[in-house]
């Protein structure tokens, strides 16, 4: 009796995990194309950004409005999410001064992109792009900046850049 | 002159990873990841009025070309910029790192391919052609060496 009850619940436990790991797969897919979808919206964010570009004639005022309308949304996003939208002013000293700067740096990347896509295209931009972003983290994970684990640069990382420089010359020539 | 661009393009990619180290580390010391995007946007939207008034000397616009222009180009850019960064945000703990950045290039590189292929958005027609998709490939290929070892 004691058996069977221990055997019924190891299969319910059985069937428990059975359906916690389907629902985890169905959601690791849906992230995944959460994650695809995001990704679209990155060259359609260019492509309208540079429609404002040219609407005010300025790269700058279009960045801005982009800038403008975003903070507006992450200051509703973060009353939402965090209920309330407060800096501990007690940080500001203790903090070190570089973590002010990421905003700047968004600003370079977004103007960027808005004086790339005409002249280089959609995909080529995307590609340009993503490869400097690969060469900064393998420079970053090589040295171990910004207190990340050091992971140093091999053979098939360095094939990999290769490869993707390879890519960027096949898109632009043809 | 396209090779400007081209390693214009390289420096403006190197700014992301940077970038990330920045925002997380600023995410960390206010307590909260929304926050910290919040507070990168706001930096951001002050160093751009700086910008705008120091090298376009003004920080306005014709009226007008609020009624030449579909409505939704004003409100666009913003959001899908804040959905990409949330989503980041969100996923990178969920999926991993080596994921997230797959999966959003699979969405970049598609969106782009029909942007060029279709001249969506007036970008000039770049149709897709067998060296251009083994180009991509070759993208992707690395992207899974760099991420896998």
Not at chain 1, 153 to 165: E, F, Q, S, T
Not at chain 2, 105 to 124: K, R
Request: with cysteine; proline share 4%.
């Amino acid at each position: 009796m004691k058996q069977q009850n221990n055997s019924s619940t190891m299969s319910r436990l059985q069937d428990n995990g059975d359906s916690m790991k389907q629902r985890n797969y169905l959601l690791g897919i849906l992230f995944l194309l959460w994650g695809v979808v995001a990704g679209m919206a990155s060259p359609v964010q260019t492509s309208v950004n540079t429609q404002v570009r040219y609407a005010v004639q300025s790269p700058f005022i279009a960045s801005l409005i982009s800038f403008t309308i975003g903070t507006c949304i992450l200051a509703l996003l973060t009353l939402l999410v965090d209920h309330r939208i407060k800096v501990d002013l007690k940080m500001i000293p203790r903090a070190p001064k570089w973590i002010w700067t990421g905003g700047m740096l968004g600003v370079v990347f977004v103007t960027s992109n808005i004086l790339l896509l005409p002249v280089l295209g959609s995909a080529l931009t995307v590609v340009s792009v993503l490869c400097g972003q690969m060469i900064l983290a393998m420079i970053v994970d090589h040295f171990g900046w910004f207190g990340v684990a050091v992971h140093r640069l091999n053979g098939p990382r360095a094939a990999g850049l290769v490869l993707m420089i390879v890519g960027i010359l096949l898109i632009q020539h043809f | 002159m396209i090779i400007l661009f081209l390693i214009g393009g390289l420096i403006a990619g190197g700014i992301i990873p940077v970038q990330t180290s920045i925002n997380s580390r600023l995410g960390k010391e206010a307590g909260s990841p929304f926050l910290a995007s919040f507070i990168s946007f706001f930096t951001g939207t002050l160093t751009l009025v700086i910008l705008s008034l120091a090298i376009d000397h003004r920080l306005t616009f014709a009226a007008k070309s609020f009624l030449t222009h579909p409505w939704w180009i004003w409100i666009g850019g913003g959001i899908l910029g804040v959905f990409y960064l949330t989503t980041n945000i969100l996923l990178l703990p969920r999926l991993g790192a080596a994921l997230t950045v797959v999966a959003t290039l699979v969405g970049q590189m598609i969106m782009a391919i029909a942007i060029d292929q279709f001249g969506w958005f007036n970008v000039p027609v770049h149709e897709l052609n067998i060296p251009r998709l083994i180009g991509i490939a070759c993208m992707f290929v690395g992207v899974f060496l760099i991420k896998k070892f």
